[in-house]
């Protein structure tokens, strides 16, 4: 199941959201599916970036049709908001719920949670819940979520998810990549259980040059234009997700990731390894109770009988 830039089907007449479309793979993404005819709502958290995103992906490029969706992924209040907008739109058909942070210094979102858990998993996990209706009125719409190689290994501390017993970077950065994972899989259960049309699937871009090592420091710069050269483009990062969101034979609890070199880069995406921890059932269950509880929001699907 190899797929390739130019296997992306055409995607005129569907919608598609990218959360962290302004830079890095999330830009990369937007414009892979907008060239295909997609129309593509940048669901940013700053305007000018979102602005300067869309001259961009507009230059040279007439039939490009996109718009500025304000979401910060921190704050539930925007979260609710960005919902409530993108409903308005005609029919949604894409959703991929692709922005992060990766290795602040320690911080919380306004709710509470920190910053990395908060932004890259309960905040798409908030997301995603209050657009489910709208989803599933469309259709066989799909939710791309994105994950990493940093899942592995990584384990979810549910006593600790605001940091106040101790916070580790990277330790914290990986919790919440197999979030997105555990996430991604319990949502495909509940909704095959549920007969939802909704498809969940996930993917990972390996390693690949962009804005993501910006909390890194001189070790980040050197690092990042290492990997550009060595390893993947923030473009080739972008297409396990664009295999994800378009491939016809991609399922429900699919995951891509790149070909090429463990994983890490490659020209051509296909099926990724997913961890044992992130295919563990009772902790997606435990984790998706946790979400629902500190989000405040509730997807409202039943677990799958066999759960
Ligand atoms: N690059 C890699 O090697 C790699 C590897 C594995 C997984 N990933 C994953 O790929 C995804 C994209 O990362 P990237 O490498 O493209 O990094 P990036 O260049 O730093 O882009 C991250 C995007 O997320 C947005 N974002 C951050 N916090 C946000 C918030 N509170 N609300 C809304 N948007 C927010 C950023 O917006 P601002 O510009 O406004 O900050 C930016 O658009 C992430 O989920 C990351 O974990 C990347």
Not at 16 to 39: H, Q
Not at 126 to 146: E, H, I, P, W, Y
Not at 197 to 215: K, N, W, Y
């Amino acid at each position: 199941m190899s797929f390739a830039f130019s296997d992306i089907p055409d995607q005129s007449g569907k919608t598609a959201i990218v959360t962290g479309a302004n830079t890095g793979i999330g830009f990369a993404i937007a414009e892979g599916l907008a060239r295909k005819g997609a129309r593509v709502l940048l669901a940013c958290r700053d305007a000018d970036k979102a602005r300067e995103a869309q001259e961009r992906l507009a230059a040279g490029h007439e039939r490009v049709a996109t718009e500025f969706l304000p979401l910060d992924l921190a704050n539930i209040a925007s979260i609710r908001e960005a919902a409530e907008r993108a409903s308005q739109e005609d029919r949604i058909d894409i959703l991929v719920n692709n922005a992060g942070v990766m290795m602040p210094p320690l911080s919380r979102a306004p709710g509470g949670s920190e910053l990395q858990f908060a932004v890259n998993h309960l905040g798409h996990f908030a997301f995603t819940s209050l657009l489910l209706g709208k989803l599933a009125a469309d259709g066989r719409a799909r939710v791309v979520n994105q994950s990493s190689l940093a899942h592995r290994g990584a384990a979810i501390d549910f006593d600790n998810l605001d940091a106040r017993k101790g916070y580790g970077r990277t330790k914290f950065y990986g919790q919440s990549k197999l979030a997105n994972l555990l996430f991604t899989f319990e949502f495909d259960r509940r909704l095959r259980a549920a007969n939802s049309p909704v498809v969940s699937l996930a993917c990972h871009p390996g390693i690949a040059q962009t804005e993501i090592t910006r909390h890194m420091g001189v070790f980040g710069n050197v690092f990042g234009s290492l990997v550009g050269t060595v390893l993947n483009t923030s473009e080739a990062g972008a297409l396990p997700a664009l295999q994800a969101a378009t491939d016809p034979e991609a399922q429900g609890g699919d995951y891509f990731g790149p070909y090429g070199l463990r994983e890490m880069s490659g020209r051509t995406s296909g099926r990724a390894i997913a961890s044992k921890t992130a295919q563990d059932p009772l902790l997606a269950a435990r984790l998706w109770e946790k979400s629902v509880e500190l989000s405040g929001i509730d997807p409202g699907l039943a677990p799958a009988p066999s759960a």
